[in-house]
């Protein structure tokens, strides 16, 4: 299942590379170091690479809490991880029998998915937040 996910989400990050590179590529900065005849290596690793890190890393940070949840449905549904290795997926499909007489076995897992999910994007926003360079904080 992870296989299976990591091969489906990597096409976003690449997506956000792509673009940023296209961006920078076009700033003074890369366009000196051409004119001062750096090779395209060394304008890659040297002048693009380090100003794109910043996007790199939140679009990754959010994809694990896509990929958190894809988990959870994918096992809810059945076809992910197999019972009886544990999964939040897994508990949610297995508590549904017993949601009138003990609906903790379904809130807790819920919870444990929302917070989870919850925090990956908070650390990619605060990731983003830090990284910028173009935002103003006080």
């Not at 296989?3 to 700033?27: C, G, H």
């Not at 994809?63 to 449905?73: D, G, R």
């Not at 508590?95 to 919870?111: D, K, V």
């Amino acid at each position: 299942i992870v296989m299976l996910i990591a091969m489906t989400s990597w096409m976003e990050v690449a997506r956000v590379v792509e673009a940023q590179m296209r961006s920078l590529r076009t700033r003074d900065f890369a366009v000196a170091a051409v004119s001062m005849g750096s090779s395209n290596a060394r304008i890659m690793f040297r002048e693009l690479l380090p100003n794109a890190v910043a996007p790199i890393v939140v679009a990754a940070t959010l994809n694990v809490a896509h990929a958190i949840l894809a988990e959870s449905y994918i096992s809810f549904l059945g076809y992910g991880i197999q019972p009886p290795t544990p999964s939040w997926g897994n508990m949610l499909e297995g508590a549904q029998s017993y949601l009138t007489s003990a609906p903790w076995l379904a809130i807790l897992p819920g919870a444990a998915i929302t917070l989870a999910v919850t925090s990956f994007n908070f650390v990619g926003d605060g990731l983003r937040d830090a990284l910028d360079p173009r935002l103003d904080l006080p």
